[in-house]
């Protein structure tokens, strides 16, 4: 792949609001704007409806009747505002929770009890003393803790856990450190972005108690600048919309910031015409996705797993079949990470290679398969090679598919 910067796009195709970033006329990952008013973020003061304790779940209303799933393993972390906590939740319980999941065909929206607020170089969350001091006497549990993103390099890591201020603020809540910090050449926009996060963070928990339920205590920031946030700015080098109100949003948000914000104002060639972005979304669409060499890939989600076959197609096979299978696989690989990623595939992936001898060039496949995938901005890996030579990847599941997002906003 080139090594120069992509491009991030925000506009509007089919009366929906989407987020690319784009690179070489591919796509690296892209969203589209959630309608749903209950919102993936924001946090609200809910009742518990019902206790299900077959499934070891709670089930919390959230307003107008908006059910949601709990995990009771998450009860005794619970903020309960209508009564003294004691690690349990009853019915009618009025309990603060964020919104963690999207409902995803017949499950309900996900929640949590652990709070977060995150910010675009670090992460705010709640800690024991925060909302448990009735319910623990471990001193070590109640302390906060600075955490730092494990795709930074041992140097970097190193580099901000000496920051006596990201410490002091670590006392407070647990604080994260993301990978985007790794970029900042001044330390003071992690430090002030920390600051305002973990404030921010405790006002929500001082008011919690005073509101009323179904109370929403916090409101998400649109979905496009979360996606410019949760992007690596080593991989682009510009925001382009063509859409004035997002452009003054973007300009504000990013004011402290030296990232080149670009409003498209050219009626004759409209922005998703210049980038071919209806022509990109196809191809995230289609289930046949063509490499290079002419090889192609096939990829069909089910329910229970992702399957991607792995074809030579049109490649002209050398008089070195062996070489040929390892070429195409290579390519195969660099295709299959783009389009996990791109698509916001998740859960199981089974990949059928084309089959190769030797055992050097399956372990080697493995192992770019593996660096590849650590570029991922969202947790993936390869598990293991089957018996039958099917490559077994696990990709942790953020948000809908972006062909399930596309069909229900």
Same mark, same amino acid.
């Given at each position: ?82 009564? &003294? ?6 019915? +009618?319980? %009025?309990? @603060?929770? /964020?919104? *963690? !999941? =999207?409902?995803?065909? $017949? ?46 390099? &041992? ?6 856990? +000496?920051? %006596?201020? @990201?410490? /002091?603020? *670590? !006392? =407070?809540?647990?604080? $994260? ?233």
């Amino acid at each position: 792949m080139a090594s120069d910067k992509g491009k991030i796009l925000i506009l509007k195709l089919n009366d929906k609001l989407l987020s690319m970033l784009i690179r070489d006329n591919s796509v690296l990952s892209v969203q589209v704007q959630r309608q749903n008013e209950y919102a993936v973020g924001n946090i609200y003061v809910g009742r518990v409806q019902s206790i299900s304790p077959n499934i070891a779940a709670a089930f919390v209303d959230l307003g107008d009747g908006y059910l949601t799933f709990l995990p009771l393993v998450e009860e005794k972390h619970a903020l309960v505002t209508n009564r &003294k906590p004691n690690g349990r939740l009853k019915v +009618g319980d %009025e309990v @603060l929770v /964020q919104v *963690a !999941k =999207e409902p995803m065909k $017949t499950k309900l929206a996900g929640v949590t009890t652990q709070i977060t607020l995150a910010g675009r170089y670090a992460v705010a969350g709640m800690n024991r003393c925060n909302y448990a001091k009735e319910q623990t006497d471990d001193t070590e549990e109640q302390k906060g803790a600075l955490h730092i993103s494990a795709k930074l390099s &041992k140097k970097q890591q190193d580099r901000f856990r +000496g920051i %006596e201020t @990201l410490q /002091q603020i *670590a !006392k =407070e809540c647990q604080l $994260t450190v993301r990978t985007n910090a790794g970029e900042l050449e001044d330390e003071e926009p992690l430090i002030t972005e920390s600051r305002q996060l973990a404030e921010q963070l405790r006002h929500i928990l001082e008011i919690a108690d005073k509101r009323t339920c179904y109370s929403c205590l916090y409101r998400e920031k649109p979905d496009y600048l979360h996606f410019i946030e949760n992007a690596y700015t080593s991989e682009y080098d510009e925001i382009i919309t063509d859409i004035p109100e997002v452009y003054e949003t973007l300009k504000e948000h990013l004011a402290q910031t030296d990232i080149p914000v670009r409003l498209y104002e050219d009626q004759m060639l409209p922005l998703y015409k210049l980038y071919a972005v209806e022509t990109r979304i196809q191809e995230l669409l289609d289930k046949k996705v063509w490499l290079k060499s002419g090889g192609y890939l096939v990829i069909e989600p089910t329910e229970a797993l992702i399957s991607i076959d792995v074809n030579s197609g049109k490649y002209e096979h050398g008089k070195d079949k062996e070489e040929t299978f390892y070429k195409i696989n290579l390519e195969a690989a660099e295709m299959i990470a783009q389009h996990l990623r791109a698509r916001n595939l998740s859960g199981i992936i089974l990949v059928d290679f084309i089959n190769m001898k030797k055992n050097a060039h399956n372990q080697q496949l493995m192992e770019y398969m593996r660096s590849l995938l650590k570029k991922d901005n969202v947790t993936a890996d390869v598990v293991d090679m089957t018996g039958l030579g099917l490559v077994e990847i696990t990709r942790k599941k953020v948000n809908p598919s972006f062909r399930e997002q596309y069909a229900s906003n």
